[in-house]
């Protein structure tokens, strides 16, 4: 049992390592991998219980109305839980979402990226931001306040494009 536990520990992703890839089919049934957005965008990556429920729909809408915020800041925002594609199409549809919904039926990716269970029972809602390198530069876990999710999810990727503005503006400078 404890070297299970250890497995667990050594599979938690933390701030500073490069995000485990992976590939899951979207809403749609198309797979959809992280490698497709990296050195394109700020990826947010948030991992929430399942949709249709109270605190996830208020996530969900709330990254929603949000969107084009994250879009315009050079982020694009993914969804993961264990619910079938058939389910986040739906839910999608119902919620007029414009970001991908991915499906990770059998909970690889939640593990691999140590998302922890609240009481033993419910999938965790953690968010990650990923810079456009792959290396994960933010984490939050707040499984009962599913809008700071999105609050801090859009004050890091605002960082995170003003960090990356003044790089371009120093780069520049060093060529004049």
Do not use: W
């Amino acid at each position: 049992m404890s070297g299970s536990n250890t497995a667990e520990q050594r599979g938690k992703v933390q701030v500073g390592d490069l995000a485990p890839d992976f590939t899951l089919p979207d809403q749609t049934g198309r797979p959809a991998s992280l490698h497709d957005f990296i050195g394109k965008s700020v990826v947010v990556l948030y991992f929430y219980p399942k949709d249709n429920t109270p605190g996830c729909t208020t996530e969900a809408v709330c990254f929603r109305d949000n969107y084009v915020v994250f879009k315009q800041a050079g982020a694009e925002v993914i969804g993961i839980s264990s619910d079938s594609t058939e389910s986040h199409e739906q839910f999608a549809n119902q919620h007029r979402l414009p970001f991908i919904l991915l499906s990770d039926r059998g909970a690889a990716v939640r593990k691999r990226y140590g998302v922890p269970t609240t009481l033993g029972l419910l999938p965790g809602r953690v968010t990650y931001i990923i810079d456009k390198r792959g290396v994960v530069r933010h984490i939050f876990s707040s499984q009962f306040n599913p809008e700071k999710h999105v609050e801090e999810a859009l004050s890091i990727v605002r960082t995170l494009q003003d960090e990356e503005g003044a790089g371009a503006s120093q780069a520049s400078a060093g060529q004049v």
